[in-house]
Nanobody, 119 residues
Framework: QDQLVESGGGLVQAGGSLRLSCAAS????????MGWFRQIPGKEREFVAA????????SYADSVKGRFTISRDNATNTVSLQMNSRNREGTAVHYC????????????WGQGTQVTVSS
């Protein structure tokens, strides 16, 4: 069964750091673009960051540029998101996602991991 499983969520103080990980299993996701999204209750899910299959192309939402870093390890089928929180805006459920390179539809989603930023 193809699945993505996030880990590393929890409580972090504003100004602190947290690292999320996403483990992919089932198919080989090394030829898939991977990304992170987040959703605040009552709001739509929003894009955070994405990385191409090779790691050669990376994009970030403007709100996290310079504070978040996405990376991947195709040998272990994992993608990570290093987050340096600024304020409580980072409180959200964070989701890992994947889509086959060459497409633009995110095909696979994890169940999400809660990140809570305290002031």
């Amino acid at each position: 069964q193809d699945q993505l499983v996030e880990s590393g969520g929890g409580l972090v103080q504003a100004g602190g750091s947290l690292r999320l990980s996403c483990a992919a299993s089932g198919r080989t996701f090394s030829d898939y673009a991977m990304g992170w999204f987040r959703q605040i209750p009552g709001k739509e899910r929003e894009f955070v960051a994405a990385i191409s299959w090779s790691g050669g192309r990376i994009s970030y939402a403007d709100s996290v540029k310079g504070r978040f870093t996405i990376s991947r390890d195709n040998a272990t089928n994992t993608v990570s998101l290093q987050m340096n929180s600024r304020n409580r805006e980072g409180t959200a459920v964070h989701y890992c996602a994947a889509h086959q390179q060459g497409t633009s539809i995110w095909q696979y989603w994890g169940q999400g991991t809660q990140v809570t930023v305290s002031s």
